[in-house]
Every structure is written in C-alpha cells, then in structure tokens.
C-alpha cells in the first residue's frame, strides 16, 4: 500500500487499534509511524484521551440514592404495574 | 432447589421478574443502579441523572415481559438507559451545542500533521496543568458537545468499556459504525483537551 501520510493513517486509526485492517494496510501504517515522530505523539494522545475523560467523569451513586430509588420505584410500580401489551 | 436470587444470572433474573417476582427485579436494580447512575452523568449530567436512573428501571419494570433474552440483559438495558437520557436532554437542551468540529486535528495540503510532536502529545499533561475540578468540568463540556450519536458511542465504548459489538447491539447499528463515531468522537474529544492546554488539535 503506498502513499500512507498522517492523514490517511489518522483516518484508520481506530480499525488499526481494533484490530480490523488488512496485514498490508496495518504494515503501511506502521512503516509510516516508526518514521514519523508527529504521529507517534498523536496516537500517544488519541489512545490517553478515553482514560483521562474516563477518570475526570467518574461519579458515584449518593447512598441515599440508592434508598429512594427503591422506594420510587415500589410506588410508581404500585400505581403502573407491567405494561400488559407485552405479556 | 431455589437459587437465592442475588446469585441468580441477570436472564433469570429477569425471567423471574417478567413473571411478577418483584423481588428478583429488585435484585437487578441494586445490581445495576451504580453502572446506569454512572452511564446517566455522562450521557446528561450529575443533576439529570437520577431522574434518568429512575426512568431507565420504571421502563425496564413495565417491559419486563419484551426482554426475550435474544440479547444480554445488560444490553437490554443499557439501550433503555441511553434512550431514557436522549429523552431527557430533548426535553432539556434549548439550543444547539456548539460544534467540535474545529477541534479535529489538522493538516497540511501534503496530509500531514500541522502541529510539532510535543504540541500533538500536550493531552498527556492535562491532568498536570489543569486542577481536578476544572478537568472534571472540561470534560463533561466536552461530552456535551459531541452530537448525540457520537455521544451515545463515545461514551459506552472508551467510557463505561463495553466491547465495540456490544456498543453496536445497543445502539442498534453495525461495529463499523460504532468505530467510526467512537473515532470521531475521541479526536473531537482530543483536540477540546488541547485547546485547553492552549495548542492547536
């Protein structure tokens, strides 16, 4: 596969980290990236952007949450029931 | 023999409650409260997310009995929970986002990469240069920012770590799909942490 820049790399970047490309693609892709410095950096940041939003955007339920979910949920079924159209 | 219900399979599970054991229903809520209430303050925010918790598990009670276990109850339910969190931000949002469109990365007419290697890697240091606080609600402007249907991949695929074929039953689209939004999205995602370091995508 010839002509490879950082753009058509970038384009199929998720396949190639997923596993998805041809052997010849996914070849092209590597010779490209072993002798070009920008995209190893880009492809450091692309695969560290989900951890980092994935960590900034942890939140955890509140304990009391939990109790008055329950307790909705009792009531509200209590007036709806299961919808019978499923049954 | 009665298997207690707290080491019951979620399929039992839900087949127990299709049938009015509300016990077992009960037993999925306390099961799944933490993963919905987690994936519904990403999908709107902190403050909509127990209303969308609530409505992901009263849909789910009231169509216990169309769960057929042709896919995962997980996945049943995930799908309940994004569309009870689009509901929500329909119901909510009164304007459009403003595009991430600009954050793509950019390059020169030969295709390559316009910014040096260090501004490119200037994501890695974010956790460094930003405080905690301000990351947390960076990073949430960032997701409300994204279209919706990159939203939606974004967030199941890199932030609650579903597999990409799991993402696709749940969205109801084919892998490939959910690869290209989940890209697009990540490198929309990439280039709003680099502006915020002050570096162009």
Redesign the interface.
Known sequence: MKDM????G?EL???YL?G?LAPDVRAAIEEHVNGC??????I???R???R???E??????PAD??AS??D??RT??RA?G??KE?? | MIVPAAESSDETLAARA?G?D?RAF?TL??RY??RV??LA??LTS?TD??DV??ET??QA??????FRGDSRFSTWLYRIAVNAGLMHRRARTRRPAESLDAFL?Q?DA????V????A?????Q??ELLD?QV??E???A??ERLPDLYREAFVLR??E?LP?TEVAQVLGVEP?TV??R??RA??M??GY??GIAGVAP
């Open positions: 820049v950082c753009r058509s970038v970047l998720m396949e997923e998805e410095p920008r995209c190893v950096a880009f450091e940041s692309y560290e952007t989900p980092i939003l994935r900034a955007t942890a939140a955890e339920m949450l939990e979910l329950l909705a949920l509200q079924r709806a299961p919808d499923d049954r | 299709a009015g509300d009960e809520v306390t409260q933490q209430f987690r303050c990403r902190e997310a127990p918790l609530q598990f009263l009670y009231r169509h216990m009995t169309g990365p390059f030969d295709g390559r990469h910014p040096t290697p260090e490119l890697r200037i994501v890695s974010v956790e905690r990351l947390a960076k990073a949430r960032a997701i890199d932030l770590e990409t490939a690869r290209q989940v890209h990540r490198m995602v990439r942490l680099s």
